[in-house]
């Protein structure tokens, strides 16, 4: 870190989740700087001043030289560092960076959108919203005729029935409305109710015939064999020799019920192993966050929007059911999953 021993401030840009192509330049002065227990700067959360809002940030770049009295009168300064390290490390703010650029998203939003949910705070009437929103699931309910459905609330629940479980952001981001979830929930026709793991029940993942693995590149793979139950061993095998090592892994699925039914297996075989997803407690999914960063060793079962969590030695990844409809998103970044594992894999070998 450079000594800044002529001015009394730091200045980095900073990228916010809005809808323009570009970052915002804040400053701190470096009285907070010095309180600052953990100087690493890059990648770190910050809540700032926009407008008549605020927002939650993510420090991208430091400015190597100051700024003249009238520039510097325009830049506004960090409100808040509200966490003792990094969310980030360089490495996925690259990769963020470059699936904003083949996206042609936002590079604010596109980081945005791989921010645990309870890290997510607003600035409302000149109050910064520190919540942790409750996590929920849905499931069926009671199967009924659908003559007094609309056509909107019928494809919630062929998606619902095609998933068996989903969280109300995977919900929203396929361009389903609250009002509409809730019509269905006071219905009967779907139950709201909270995640619990449980190790019972038969795995029932998809089954797919693939010939052989083809090597696509050097360390990277396309995989399938006959069974479920064959290819988690393969994982299994694979992650059992990488643990020895410290090095993590990370296992991406279709759905919640996909997860639980993998966690029932992989979980009398590893250790070490995590589960993150929006239907999982928000506090909970953040202490996993950070833990991860620390873990040598551990292993991450999660959803497509939650493939950014910087892992510690991370070096293997799979893509279970890769061309399942429901790693489709109508939210911004409209990214394919298998892309942005590819940006991981170019970043991290």
Do not use: C
């Not at 990094?86 to 996925?92: D, S």
């Not at 997510?120 to 520190?130: L, M, T």
């Not at 981001?173 to 139950?191: A, C, H, P, R």
Request: hydrophobic share 35%; net charge positive.
């Amino acid at each position: 870190m450079k000594k800044y021993s002529n001015t009394q401030f730091i200045y980095f840009e900073v990228a916010l989740p809005l809808p323009f192509y570009q970052t915002f330049t804040y400053k701190l002065s470096l009285e907070k700087y010095n309180k600052l227990k953990n100087k690493e700067l890059i990648g770190r959360r910050v809540l700032v001043p926009f407008r008549k809002s605020g927002y939650t940030g993510i420090i991208t770049e430091i400015h190597k030289e100051s700024f003249s009295e009238i520039e510097d009168y325009e830049i506004k300064e960090i409100e808040e560092l509200p966490d003792d390290k990094p969310l980030f490390t360089e490495k996925e703010l690259n990769i963020a960076y470059n699936l904003s650029q083949y996206y042609i998203a936002p590079f604010g939003l596109t980081l945005y959108y791989f921010i645990p949910e309870g890290l997510r705070w607003k600035k409302k009437e000149g109050k910064w919203i520190k919540t942790f929103p409750e996590s929920y699931i849905y499931t069926l309910g009671e199967i009924r005729k659908y003559e007094n459905l609309s056509e909107r609330q019928k494809e919630l629940v062929e998606l619902v029935s095609s998933l068996g479980e989903i969280t109300e952001l995977e919900l929203i981001e396929q361009g389903f409305n609250k009002t509409t979830i809730n019509s269905l929930v006071k219905k009967g026709i779907l139950k709201k109710e909270s995640f619990i793991l449980k190790k019972e029940g038969k795995i029932q993942l998809k089954q797919q015939t693939v010939e052989k693995s083809i090597k696509v590149n050097k360390g990277l793979f396309y995989y399938g064999s006959d069974t479920a139950e064959k290819r988690l061993k393969t994982y299994i095998n694979i992650i059992n020799k990488l643990q020895q090592e410290g090095k993590s892994s990370l296992l991406i699925f279709p759905s919640i019920a996909h997860i639980k039914k993998a966690y029932e297996i992989l979980s009398k075989e590893i250790n070490n192993l995590y589960v993150y997803h929006d239907g999982i407690n928000a506090r909970e999914n953040v202490r996993t966050w950070f833990e991860l960063q620390e873990k040598e060793g551990s292993v991450l079962l999660t959803s497509y929007a939650r493939i950014l969590i910087p892992i510690k030695n991370l070096s293997f990844i799979v893509v279970e059911e890769e061309a399942a409809d429901s790693y489709k998103t109508l939210r911004t970044p409209k990214f394919d999953v298998r892309r942005a594992v590819f940006e991981i894999y170019k970043e991290k070998n």
